[in-house]
């Protein structure tokens, strides 16, 4: 499975941004997927996550009510709008996926990853 991230770019605070992540599989639909995000001189930490249907979304607490994931599953894409963006979410965000059932949270649990796309939100 190859995921392609796309959509990053410089934004002011309090601005908006919608990341694409394209799985080459079209059986995508099977997948789990969700974002990461590292910034610079940190690790990488986990944004959100949602199922294989896009019934089941997770969050992290400081993006929570902010950001949405969602899927379309007849294009095999994920997506991450992002709204409300403060300077705290400058990073580099990684989309991932995993074939499974349940829906996880750390990195650990994904195994195939696409390259990062840099969003940068001035103050």
């Known amino acids: 499975v190859q995921l392609q991230a796309s959509g990053g770019g410089l934004v002011e605070a309090g601005g908006s941004l919608r990341l694409s992540c394209a799985a080459s599989?079209?059986?995508?639909?099977?997948?789990?997927s969700g974002w990461f995000r590292q910034a610079p001189g940190k690790e990488r930490e986990f944004v959100a996550a949602?199922?294989?249907?896009?019934?089941?979304?997770l969050y992290a607490d400081s993006v929570k009510g902010r950001f949405t994931i969602s899927r379309d599953n007849a294009k095999d894409t994920v997506y991450l709008q992002m709204n409300s963006l403060k300077p705290e979410d400058t990073a580099a965000y990684y989309c991932?996926?995993?074939?499974?059932?349940?829906?996880?949270?750390?990195?650990?649990?994904?195994?195939?990853w696409g390259q990062g796309t840099l969003v940068t939100v001035s103050s």
């Open positions: 991932a996926a995993v074939y499974s059932v349940r829906v996880p949270t750390t990195e650990g649990h994904y195994n195939y």
């Open positions: 599989v079209r059986t995508f639909s099977t997948y789990v």
């Open positions: 949602i199922n294989r249907s896009g019934g089941i979304t």
